[in-house]
C-alpha cells in the first residue's frame, strides 16, 4: 500500500473521538461519583467494573474477529450499542444500577479498539512505524475534551456529566462509519505456525503480557484518584483538567518522534525504560503534588508511562502474532490491561483512606519497579 492510498485522516478521525472519552472518563468519573456521594471505595469498585469487563469482553469480540473477518462491523457494533447501553445511566443513580451500567457499556466498548488497531495496522501494512502518526490524534482528543470539560464542570455542575459522554459516544459511533475496511496480511515474521497458543508460548510473549498487567495495575490509583487527590490539595477543577492535558501532550510529542526512537532502540528498552519512569512517576505524585513545579515534571512523564510504552507495546503484538490471531493478540493486550487495571482501582479504593495517598502510590511504585525487572530480564533483545 503506497502512503497515498492510507486512510490517514479516517484513521485519525476515529481516534480523535475514542480517545476523547476516555479525556471524559479518566479525569472525570470518579469526580462524578464522588458528586453522587459514593465513599473512595465504592467509587474504586465503580471504576474498576469496566476494567474487569476487558478481561472477558476483548477476548471475545478478538476470537469473534479472527473467525470471522468482519472486525468493522464488530467495531461500528459495539460503538452503537456502547452508546445506547450508557444511555441508560438516566434511569437511575443507586449503586447496583451504576454497576450494571458499568458492566454493560464495557462490554460493548471493550469490543471496538482492539478491533480497529488491527484494521489501522492492516491499513498501514509496511508501515507500522507510522502507527504513532495516527494515534496522536486519539491524545489530541484526549486533550481537547479533558480541557474543555473541566472549564465546563468549573462553570456547571457535574450533573451534566453524562450528557457529555453520550455526546463523544455518538462521535465514535459515527466516525466508525467513515472508516475504511481494511484485512491484515500474513506475518511471517510472526511465526504464525501452531495457532495462537503456540505463538504465546513463544519466548517473552508471557512475560509482555504479564507486564501490560502490572503496567496498567501500577496506573490505579493515577486513573481512580488523581483528580480527587489534586482538588484535595486546593487545585480547581480547570487546573486539573490542565494537568490531565499536559501529561497527553508530553504523550503527543512523543508520538511525533517515536519512529526514530523505535528505529535506535530494542523494544526491550523501551519498555524497561517505560516502566522504570513508571515508578519514579508514582513517587513523586503520592509525596509531591502540593508543589507544582514537581506535579508538572510528573505530567511530563506521561510520554513515557504510557506514550513509549502503548506505541512497543503495539509494534510487540503485531510482530508476535500471525494474520489470523492478530485480533486475539490485540484481545489479550486489552484483557491483561483491564485485569491490570482493575486490581490497581480496587487495591486503590480500599488504600486511599486506611493508608493514605502517599503510601497508595508507593504501592504502585513497587508494581511498576516489579515489572522493569521482568521485562529487563525476560524479553529478548529485538531491534523494532
Known amino acids: 500500500m503506497t502512503t497515498a492510498a492510507l486512510p490517514y485522516w479516517r484513521l485519525s478521525g476515529f481516534y480523535l473521538f475514542y480517545f476523547a472519552l476516555l479525556g471524559a472518563t479518566a479525569p472525570f468519573l470518579a469526580l462524578y461519583f464522588d458528586f453522587l456521594g459514593f465513599s473512595p471505595a465504592r467509587i474504586g469498585e465503580l471504576v474498576a467494573i469496566p476494567m474487569l469487563m476487558r478481561c472477558v469482553a476483548p477476548n471475545l469480540w478478538g476470537w469473534l474477529g479472527d473467525r470471522s473477518g468482519q472486525r468493522l462491523r464488530i467495531v461500528r457494533f459495539g460503538a452503537v450499542c456502547t452508546l445506547l447501553s450508557l444511555s441508560l445511566i438516566f434511569v437511575d443513580q443507586s449503586y447496583a444500577w451504576l454497576a450494571l451500567v458499568m458492566a454493560l ?31 496522536l490524534w486519539g491524545s489530541i482528543g484526549f486533550i481537547l475534551n479533558v480541557v474543555g470539560l473541566g472549564k465546563l464542570f468549573e462553570v456547571y455542575s457535574l450533573a451534566i456529566y453524562p450528557w457529555t459522554l453520550l455526546l463523544i459516544i455518538a462521535g465514535i459511533a459515527l466516525s466508525s462509519f467513515w472508516v475504511p475496511n481494511a484485512t491484515p496480511q500474513a506475518n511471517n515474521s510472526a511465526g504464525g505456525e501452531g495457532g495462537f497458543l503456540a505463538q504465546l508460548r513463544r519466548p517473552g510473549v508471557l512475560a509482555f503480557y504479564l507486564c501490560v498487567g502490572l503496567m496498567q495495575m501500577s496506573h490505579g490509583p493515577y486513573y481512580t484518584f488523581l483528580s480527587i487527590h489534586l482538588e484535595s490539595l486546593g487545585y480547581s477543577r480547570g487546573v486539573i483538567g490542565l494537568l490531565w492535558a499536559l501529561g497527553v501532550v508530553a504523550e503527543i510529542v512523543l508520538f511525533l518522534f517515536m519512529t526514530r526512537i523505535l528505529a535506535r532502540f530494542s523494544l526491550r528498552q523501551v519498555l524497561a525504560a517505560s516502566f522504570a519512569l513508571a515508578a519514579l512517576r508514582w513517587l513523586l505524585l503520592g509525596n509531591l503534588a502540593d508543589h507544582l513545579a514537581v506535579l508538572l ?32 493478540g490485540q484481545a489479550l493486550y486489552a484483557a491483561m490491561a483491564g485485569i491490570g487495571g482493575a486490581l490497581g482501582a480496587l487495591y486503590s479504593g480500599y488504600s486511599w483512606n486506611s493508608l493514605g495517598p502517599a503510601w497508595t502510590f508507593a504501592i504502585a511504585s513497587l508494581v511498576a519497579l516489579a515489572a522493569t525487572l521482568i521485562i529487563a530480564t525476560r524479553l529478548r533483545e529485538e531491534q523494532a
Open 297 to 328: 515534571f510528573a505530567q511530563l512523564m506521561h510520554a513515557a508511562t504510557f506514550g513509549s510504552f502503548h506505541a512497543a507495546a503495539i509494534h510487540f503484538v503485531q510482530r508476535s502474532f500471525g494474520a489470523n490471531q492478530q485480533g486475539q
Open 105 to 135: 457499556h464495557a462490554f460493548f466498548w471493550h469490543a471496538v479498539l482492539p478491533q480497529f488497531e488491527v484494521i489501522t495496522l492492516a491499513h498501514l501494512q509496511e508501515q507500522t512505524a507510522r502507527y504513532s502518526q495516527i494515534r
